[in-house]
């Protein structure tokens, strides 16, 4: 079967075969592209802010069910207070822009993260945008902000222990439900822009069987196109979950 979708450009593209439900995005090389260019991080920042908008769209059009993305790390308080100001007001600035467009588009917005620490303002915007999309089923947008993998572990762990759960009902499916993630199923592909390889903290729980794109381009440069790119290495992955090939009847099923 060959799936074809139209872009803005009413162009027919042909998707492959297998595609992630469920697609993470380390959207990093924000500070590189600027500099590259002369210009100050922030501009950086803001031209990230403006290619997010597209991959959206993208990941409609491809039919990717949750997009989640990494905003803000709990280890980015650690930069300079003016950037880290730009960081939140940005998101502050992505709500009151887009959240109409994005409602109207059928865009479940949800958060991941502590809300602690992130300045009232912005949390009761994200709030609002949480609240005002919770029905819509287009895409699930999970943003991930003031979020670190090694944090929501530990919250998960005070939860269960506040919770009381006994030490023999603690198993797997019981941790991923104390998550921030949950009920949503692990992401299939993590996508990090911009050079680095690693995770920087980024969904250590639920990342375990993903599969791992990393590609040069900043951020900001991360088109349609790329992202496609990145969908059809995918397909061409697999994804053994521990067994061997003559095993795989299906090759997404764990
Ligand atoms: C990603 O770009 C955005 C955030 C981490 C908030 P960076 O700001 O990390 O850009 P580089 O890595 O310095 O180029
Ligand atoms: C990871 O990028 C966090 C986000 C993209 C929000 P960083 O740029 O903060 O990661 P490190 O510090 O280079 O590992
Ligand atoms: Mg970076």
Redesign the pocket.
Known sequence: MVITTRNNLNAETTLPERLPRHVAI????N?RWAKARGLPRTEGHRQGTENLRRILRAAVEFGVEILTI????T??WK?PRAEVRVLMSILEMVIDRELDDLNQEGVQIRHIGEMEGIPQVLQRKIHTAKELTKQNSTLILNV?FN?GGRDEIVSAVRKIVEDGVPADQIDEALISSYMYTSPLPDPDLII?T?G?M?L???LVWQGTYAEYYFTPTF?PDFNREEFLKALVEYSNRTRRFGKIDEQLSNRDVP
Not at 26 to 29: L, Q, R
Not at 70 to 73: E, H
């Open positions: 380390i959207m990093d090389g500070g990494y905003a803000f790390s280890e980015n930069r991930a979020y990090r911009s680095e690693r920087s903290n980024f951020w």
